[in-house]
């Protein structure tokens, strides 16, 4: 069976702002689960969804301690889709746009994820049956 | 100072927060004694439905533990006090019947708006 082409998405909003993000997600890992590589470049804000210094955290209005409150962070959820491509020997390419994390001061990411640029994305795009821009609204 | 909440952008991150930031907000200063209600109006009049469930997301082998709950969030902030109303207008212009509202959430029809601003000394909208 023919290997499905590689699909592009571009990510545009910051974590915890949107629940555009989750939906992002769910296509990510729908792309992984049909068989597609993934490339992702992280634009703007997003380029916060891999910063490895998110942290849980309690929360008293649901009366929950940090490990019960077990709360989402984005960093996890893309090394778990990280892992979910390496069980299924597929690719994902996470790209940060540079200068988007040095103004954010994000540049401690988790390992799997890498610095680029919009040539990048331009590269991702042109090797991808299709892209598609979730953008910032 | 009597203080009222318009809640009006819905699904805001709830499901990375685990909640909606307005009403977690208003959970945690009406615990630190402020006096609040709140009034949900455009496509926040859906967080009124009950019985509405948005468990099961996973991501690979990551799986969310505590699904934003947020029909017992209303709940819990009418159990503390909190006056809750929806803009009835909102809830009939997107097809929800009242029958399926979560109970002690009080309609007012958009035309009563102006009277129950009134009301409240101070407005935050969200």
Request: hydrophobic share 45%; aromatic share 6%; net charge negative.
């Amino acid at each position: 069976m023919t290997k499905p082409q590689p699909l592009t998405f571009v990510l545009m909003d910051a974590p915890f702002e949107s629940d555009r993000t989750t939906t992002a997600f769910r296509l990510l890992e729908a792309a992984l689960e049909q068989g597609h590589d993934v490339n992702v470049f992280a634009y703007e804000g997003a380029v916060a969804l891999s910063f490895a210094r998110q942290a849980r955290h309690p929360n008293a209005v649901h009366g929950r301690n940090e490990a019960d409150e077990a709360h989402p962070l984005a960093r996890e959820w893309i090394a778990a889709l990280l892992q979910k491509a390496e069980t299924k020997s597929l690719k994902v390419d996470w790209v940060n746009c540079g200068l988007c994390v040095d103004e954010r001061g994000v540049a401690e990411t988790i390992s799997g994820v890498r610095r680029g640029g919009p040539p990048d994305f331009w590269a991702m795009a042109e090797r991808a049956a299709n892209t598609l821009v979730i953008a910032t609204r | 100072m009597l203080t009222l909440q318009i809640i009006e952008t819905a699904y805001r991150a709830t499901l990375e927060e685990q909640d909606d930031p307005v009403m977690w907000i208003t959970h945690a200063m009406r615990g630190a004694g402020a006096e609040l209600a709140v009034l949900l109006r455009g496509n926040a009049v859906s967080y009124a439905v009950a019985g509405q469930d948005c468990s099961g997301l996973q991501f690979g082998a990551w799986k969310q533990a505590q699904p934003p709950r947020l029909v017992a969030d209303l709940s819990s902030l009418l159990a503390k006090g909190v006056e809750v109303l929806a803009v009835e207008d909102d809830l009939v212009e997107r097809g929800i019947a009242t029958a399926s509202l979560t109970e002690g959430i009080q309609l007012v029809a958009r035309a009563k708006l102006a009277e129950v601003l009134e009301r409240f000394p101070r407005i935050w909208h969200w």
